[in-house]
């Protein structure tokens, strides 16, 4: 191990990275960590369930109570914003009762309003239920990612923390597959019903965690010295001194990243059923294609995170991901082409993700990482929560690929600009005090 001492900040300490293949931090994996590991995979597995079951139902709604394009992304806005604000404050909450208590809290909560959204009745409670189903489906991801990074050596960081974010494209591979049985199956009037209903599994999940998940050494620590001395985190210090900085531009980062990934996730369903002329079933196959490409990009990029670092990974990605949006909505391409490019542009457009929980983990320090991290990415969720609804409306101007592709673009901008502004964090040490 070496210690370095950056701008700004105390001496940081970093330990080499010898072996950086994929699966060599499981092989090294302690019982804690692996039970961390699994948990928080199952739990990224069902979060991304149970957010793309609205963007796969979404051209049903439209249908069922015609509502406007622009006014349906809405609901995925709304949830977006919502997530925003619960991940901030259960960061927050996590700094003060702990990551696991927390993480269970927020599992509970949006299992909840996930069941709730499949006995709505019109499209204003559906509204209402999506944005309280938000508040716990951001403080999932804010409590599991800080559980993760500080549960897993810094050596293996980057690679575990990523392969946990593959579990996103299988929930949205489990989405789409109860999407393809239960609209063969049952009529659209009430499949979407029964879409929803299945998005309560993560309360499961729980039993889980209370019986094999412990709270990481160092968080336990870090509140124990704070309760000591009376000093405990404030939800406004992540905006004060030599934080700020971090936190702004770990801000911007996360609202580009976020930003491009739910302009083309949101959307891209009706872009096949409506500009391509698809079937839901039919269209199946090309969000398959974009669900594999995805779930590598996940695993490349997870492997990339301790190979190159954090920052090449993103810069990286964020150019390609333009590059195959603009081909794939812009080009006149027959729809065999357009399957094949399903995967590049699931790899590009999900891949960085796998950086984001290391690397977030890393800007702070232990007494604020739950409101920092939580804080960031969740504003990141807030802002990219625009660009749903922003491409519904625009949409009716320019056309609907056009749309995906003008903010897409602009979102993967701002991640570029923003990542290279950030320091690199690989291989830093998690201390009670750093």
Known sequence: MSSVTEPGGPGIERVAIEDASLGAFYRSMNPTERHTFWACAAGWALDGMDFMI???????????WQVEPGTAGLAATVTLLASAV???????????????????ITILWFSFFSLLCAFVQNFEQLLVARALLGLGFGGEWAAGAVLMG?????????????????????????AVLAQAVLFTWLPPESAWRWMFAIGALPALLVFYLRRYVREPE?????????????????????????IL?????????????QGGYYAI??????????????????????LAALIVGSFAGYLVGAWLADRLGRRPLF????????????AYTQLPLSNAVLWVLGFPLGFFASGYFSGMGAFLTELYPTRLRGSGQGFCYNFGRGI?????????YLSAQVGLAAAIALFAAIAYGVFFVAAFALPETRGRVLHADT
């Open 86 to 104: 619960g991940g901030w404050l259960a960061g927050f909450v996590a700094d003060r009762i702990g990551r696991v208590l927390t993480l269970q």
């Open 265 to 286: 996730t949101t959307w891209l369903p009706r872009f096949l059923t409506t500009e391509r002329g698809l079937s839901v079933v039919s269209s199946t196959g090309y």
């Open 315 to 326: 810069l990286i990605f964020s150019l390609g991901a333009i590059a195959v949006i603009l």
């Open 150 to 174: 500080e549960t897993i050596r810094a050596q293996y960081r980057g690679r575990a923390v990523g392969s946990v974010q593959s579990g996103w494209a299988i929930g949205w591979g489990m």
């Open 384 to 392: 990219g929560a625009l660009f749903p609804a922003l491409v519904g």
């Open 54 to 64: 609205y963007p796969l139902v979404i051209g049903t709604i439209i249908g069922l």
């Open 218 to 242: 160092v968080a336990a620590e870090s509140r124990a010295r704070a309760a000591a001395s009376g000093d405990r985190p404030r939800i406004w210090e992540i905006f004060s001194g030599p």
């Open 245 to 257: 900085k971090t936190t702004v531009l770990a801000s911007l980062a996360s609202a580009g990243c």
